[in-house]
């Protein structure tokens, strides 16, 4: 298992996100596997797909930015920035979210997925401001 397919599995995540492919976003999680992020966490891929699911209803044009890289045996670290547009419906205007991505990969799936952001960034544009 080489160090470059540990962080492919990562931006094939990533890939799924922006471009809202719900079934290849889930697809990147073993059957086993833990997920946390500010806003939540998880240990079944329905909860993930609700997640998902949310993000290609609230959110557009969702673009991605990888800033650095680490790999390190099957764990990736990944310092990105995200933008996207509100779709409405409560979720207005273009935002900007750095974040950090950890994953720890088994057999070209995610085992153990941590994400960190600022949750502000998400909840005002959810009010609109």
């Known amino acids: 298992f080489m160090a470059a397919q540990a962080a492919d599995v990562l931006f ?21 596997f833990a997920s946390a992020h500010p806003l939540g966490s998880t240990t079944q891929h329905s909860h993930i ?16 930015r990888i800033l650095e890289e680490i790999t390190q045996g099957d764990t990736v670290a990944v310092e990105y920035e995200m933008s996207m547009t509100g779709a409405g419906r409560g979720f207005e205007g273009r935002i900007t979210l750095p974040g950090l991505a950890l ?10 997925y941590r994400e960190e952001f600022d949750p502000r960034v998400v909840l005002a544009a959810r009010m609109g401001e």
């Open 12 to 32: 094939r995540l990533f890939d799924a996100w922006k471009g809202g492919d719900v079934d290849a976003y889930v697809a990147c999680f073993a059957d086993t």
């Open 49 to 64: 797909r609700k997640e998902i699911e949310r993000v290609v209803e609230h959110w557009q044009d969702r673009e991605y």
């Open 103 to 112: 994953a720890t990969i088994h057999k070209d799936r995610i085992v153990r």
